[in-house]
């Protein structure tokens, strides 16, 4: 079953802070994070496991709530480069399932 | 380290033609996986191999999509015949083992089914 992550698209000026959600309706064992660049492949962000635990990668962090079956992406002061597509991707059955993307678009 | 590699980067044939993709994982990686990404979509995994074995073909549609990985190493991707829904970006990605491993995709194949 496809994750469902919203906002679908979102528009930042620099500097401003956005989060995106991944929800599951399936138990959720891991939560994969892939940002995808026009036309170029999705590149990996993190992983985060059952336990509730919160990575980081600069100032892009991620939680990782089992009970609520979701997880989200938090990014902070964001830059242009941050501009792109983001996957969640739920480990269902020992396979990834993507969810259908959030457009980020960062302004100067 | 070089990355997947993938060819051919673009195809254009018509419906009910053949087509087929080439994928290199990275050197050492274990398991490798192809997506068919349709536009404005998240990847869709087709079939996901470790080593040389099947593990999972579960959303191929057997009847036109092949695939298969001589010597646990390249893989090949096949469509047999082509129709116009194919049309998407095919990708591949390698990770070290299968489970909860980062995935490293490839640049994709564009294939346009006119």
């Known amino acids: 079953q496809q994750p469902v992550q919203s906002p679908q698209a979102v528009i930042l000026r620099e500097g401003e802070d956005a989060v995106i959600n991944c929800s599951s309706s399936k138990a959720l064992y891991s939560v994969h994070w892939y940002r995808q660049k026009h036309g170029e492949a999705p590149v990996f962000l993190m992983i985060l496991l059952k336990g509730g635990e919160q990575k980081g990668h600069d100032k892009i962090s991620a939680s990782f709530n089992e009970k609520k079956q979701q997880s989200s992406l938090y990014l902070t002061a964001s830059q242009l480069s941050y501009s792109g597509t983001y996957f969640c991707g739920t480990e269902q059955g020992g396979k990834l399932i993507f969810g259908q993307g959030t457009e980020l678009s960062v302004k100067p | 380290e070089a990355g997947v590699a993938q060819s051919p980067r673009y195809k254009i044939i018509e419906k009910r033609q053949s087509v087929a993709f080439w994928c290199n994982p990275i050197s050492g990686h274990a398991t490798l996986y192809w997506y068919q990404q349709i536009l404005g979509q998240g990847p869709k995994l087709l079939i996901q191999?470790?080593?040389?074995?099947?593990?999972?073909d579960s959303q191929l549609p057997k009847d036109r999509f092949s695939a298969e990985r001589l010597k646990g190493v390249d893989s090949t991707l096949k469509i047999q015949p082509a129709k116009l829904e194919d049309s998407a970006v095919y990708l591949c990605?390698?990770?070290?083992?299968?489970?909860?491993?980062?995935?490293?995709f490839g640049p994709g194949t564009r294939l346009t089914v006119t």
């Open positions: 191999f470790q080593n040389n074995g099947v593990v999972d």
């Open positions: 990605a390698s990770s070290l083992t299968s489970g909860r491993n980062e995935q490293y």
